[in-house]
Every structure is written in C-alpha cells, then in structure tokens.
C-alpha cells in the first residue's frame, strides 16, 4: 500500500516561521511533525510514499531524501493550491488502483495503523469534537458506518470530525468522484474539497466504517503547537545527549535537545524542544520550541516559539519569531 501525504499547504497560521521553513518540518518533541507522521505509518509496514508538495517544497524533498533514504518516495508538485482534494487527484497515475493511505501533513494522532490497514474496508479516522463547524464530520449510523460526510455544516449533525487520516480501497472511484469535482468546479471555499469527494463515494454505495483516535495534536497554530509538543515529549521521553557537557545548566524533563547544542549557564524545561547546533548562554526557557543554529543570551523564555538562525539577546518575553531574526531586547 502507498500513502499519500499532502504537504502543500503555506500554514499561514505560524507564520512568520512557515515564510522560510514548511510547517511540515517544524521541530516537535525532538523529530519533526513530518517524521512523526513517516515513522508512524513505516513502523506499520508502508514504505511507498508520495508527497505532494508546493511551497517551500524543495526543502521536503531534500528532508525526506536525506533521513530516510531508505523508503520508497515521489514528490509531486501542487503549484495551485486549490485543496486536498486537488492535492490528492494529482496522484492518481502514481496511485492507479492500489490501496492507499492518506494522512493530511499536519494530523498527528494515536492510533493503531496495523489494525486499520487489516480491515476489508476503506475506513475514516474520527474524533469527537465540541464545536464540529470548523470541521469535516461524519454521521454514523448504528451498524458503525459512515452514512454521509460533510465539510464545515453550518449547523451539523454529528460532532464527530474528521482527523486527516483516511484509508480508501475503491480509489478508482474515489479518483472518478474527484474528476467530477474538478470538472463541475465545485470549488466550494475557494478549495476542491476531498471531503466531497468521499460523500461522492459514500453515495455510489461505498462502505466505509470509523475509527476513533486516541489523541489528536493540533500542528496549526503556535499555541496548540507548543501544547502538542508537551505532551508528545512526555510520551516520546525526550532526548537530551550528553548531558554532562552543559556547563552549569539545569535540565528538567521532559526535554529535547538536538546535536551540536552549547549550552551554559542556563536552565531548561520542562517542555522545551531545542534544534540542532543552537547556542544557549544565561537563559532560561520552558514550555517552548526553539530551532536549530540559535544564539539566546541572557533571555527568559515561557510559552515561545523561536525559528532556526535566530539571535535573542535581552530580557523575559513571550515571543513568536521566525527563521533568520535578531533581536536585542536590552
């Protein structure tokens, strides 16, 4: 089985940091949410990948070629962002008639991939929601399948949404409903939604039943990114190497900590991811997520989230900087 991971998005919601880095490849909790997703699905048993990419989507491609070497992987260029489910149609003479595995690029949840992929029927990834609005729901009926879906109701029926994780058998049909779509130009909110696709499906008779996930982490904006991270770290344990070459510096877990990191004079955690080769000098940081080839002196950090080559010297912030900054808060 393939799976197809749409990354295309510009994630405008983290700016400034998705301006310079994909929101796919954003550190959290010592991977990133890209590899979180990867490992999950090859740990189960996949190893053909495609990714569909747009912006910034040379610095996916040279990501994936570069960690996992070892896979399977094509990159297909969305140039247009016109929604998932452009995204997904763009694959179709890589995918064929093969089962496929979809995961949109920013859903990380819990959840048993084995488990899915051993049952004889396309299936859809559900979690209950308060406010279902925002959302593709879908209505179950008591058998346990999925008798209708629908993005964003005005006024919904079920508080059952869709997460971005779907496993379609019939994908000449769900690639038959999308060139409906497209040729109707059913562009709905400014997107061809994958969403209307399914519904396209469910109504020419093709069964689909739900899955609960356990846990659902919001990537999208940096404060539900920043609490994605906490609690990922406490179930992933964190990674600190070489703990002993910290000069004077205090690590509460759980932390991460990247390769090449100089850290002195400094306390750190609990909840804190930091990237590769970042410098840290009397400062003091928790809850926060800071990129790689960093320089912080003399800062205190809570509830931040600092981009790659960036430079902070000063005093106690929050702050929400991108890639490339310097900033002196004294």
């Known amino acids: 089985m393939k799976a197809i991971i749409p990354v295309a998005g510009a994630g405008t919601k983290l700016r400034p940091h998705t301006y310079t880095q994909p929101k796919a490849l954003i550190p959290l909790a010592g991977k990133t949410v890209l590899s979180i997703i990867i490992d999950q699905l090859h740990e189960a048993g996949i190893n053909d990948f495609i990714f569909i990419v747009g912006y910034l989507g040379e610095k996916i491609q040279d990501y994936v070629k ?134 396209c499906m469910i109504q020419s008779g093709t069964k689909f039943k739900f899955f609960k996930v356990q846990n659902w982490f919001d990537c999208g904006k940096k404060e539900t990114l920043l609490l994605s991270n906490a609690t990922l770290l406490k179930k992933f ?22 390769e090449g990191c100089d850290i002195k004079n400094s306390v750190i955690g609990p909840n804190v991811t930091i990237g590769d080769n970042t410098l840290l000098n009397y400062t003091i940081v928790k809850d926060s ?7 912080l002196y003399d800062v205190v950090l809570d509830d931040s989230l600092i981009g790659s080559d960036t430079g902070i010297k000063g005093e106690t912030r929050s702050l929400n900087i991108g890639d490339n900054t310097d900033i002196d808060l004294g």
Request: proline share 5%; aromatic share 8%; glycine share 8%.
């Open 66 to 199: 570069a960690k996992y070497p070892h896979l399977v992987c094509h990159f297909v260029y969305q140039n247009e962002r016109y929604g998932t489910g452009h995204a997904i149609d763009l694959a179709k003479e890589i995918i064929g008639s093969e089962e496929v595995f979809i995961v949109l690029g920013d859903t990380i949840a819990e959840y048993d991939v084995k488990q899915i992929l051993n049952v004889p029927f396309s299936m859809l990834g559900v979690k209950k929601v308060d406010d279902p609005r925002n959302f593709g729901v879908a209505e179950i009926e008591d058998d346990g399948f999925i008798s209708r879906v629908v993005e964003k109701p005005a006024i919904p029926k079920s508080n059952m949404a869709l997460v971005g994780i779907y496993k379609i058998r019939e994908t000449d049909l769900l690639f038959t409903c999308l060139k409906k779509i497209i040729e109707k130009k059913d562009i709905a909110r400014n997107e061809l939604s994958l969403t209307d696709a399914l519904e």
């Open 289 to 295: 997520i800071i990129g790689s080839f960093s320089k």
């Open 237 to 258: 344990g964190g990674k600190v190497p070489e703990l002993d070459k910290y000069e004077n510096t205090i690590i509460i877990p759980p932390v991460s900590i990247g």
